[in-house]
DNA sequence: CGTCAGTATAGATATAATGCAATATTGTGA
DNA sequence: TCACAATATTGCATTATATCTATACTGACG
């Protein structure tokens, strides 16, 4: 049985924001979407810059593209990606707040 | 094999923030953190606000305490539970930022 | 001590997330 | 068309989460 309460942030936002985060909790994912803050970048940059290999870069993106966090647009043989939900911006900013 | 760049996030401080994070990506958590970014709270006062079993409440709370996110103190029967990781008040500033 | 209210934990089960290795797809250019 | 570079997808084993239900613990009080 969902609440029925007058609660400041509705169920369908906190739904949505439990998807969002959820896809943040995760170091790779934080990692990638911290490159991307500054734009647009390649799966091979991220995966340099990660320092991951490519197959997790690349699984940890549709995962992130999946829930709407990021979207992509090819260019010949190479794939940007890019962030696409504002909040993932705020959060990474939260994170720095913190802890600089 | 870790990173080895200048990040601006270090792989430690990631690697907590992603713990945290993690622990927000949960509608119930979200729900019961936003009830406690205005003070103490008793596990059956959570359990109304949220509207749920006691149970699941309780769950998620030991969860959130395990990753040091809330606290708790004993009164009586009554237990209170407290946010203790400030990462948690601004992220949720954040979402309600990002929404309202 | 027995009981009750408030809270916590355990067990069962289902579902989802991870990590990795292998392989597939797509576009480019010789 | 072949081969290669860049990226995506799949299969699988492992581990973690979620969700219930039932039961246990703890403190107050008669």
């Known amino acids: 049985m969902p609440t029925s309460h ?3 942030i509705g169920d369908d936002v906190l739904s949505r924001a439990a ?25 091979s940059e991220l995966q340099e ?3 991951m290999n490519q197959a997790a870069v690349s699984q940890q993106l549709a995962t992130l593209k ?3 966090i990021v979207d992509s647009r ?4 190479f794939v940007y990606y ?11 900013q939260c994170i720095r707040d913190c802890d600089v």
Do not use: F, M, W
């Open 66 to 68: 999946a829930r709407g």
């Open 82 to 92: 890019r962030i696409v939900e504002p909040k993932v911006n705020q959060i990474l």
């Open 19 to 43: 998807t969002v985060i959820k896809c943040l909790g995760h170091p790779l994912r934080l990692r990638l979407l911290e490159a991307l803050e500054q734009g647009e970048r390649t799966v």
């Open 74 to 77: 090819r260019e010949g043989t």
């Open 6 to 8: 007058d609660v400041s």
């Open 49 to 51: 810059y990660a320092d």
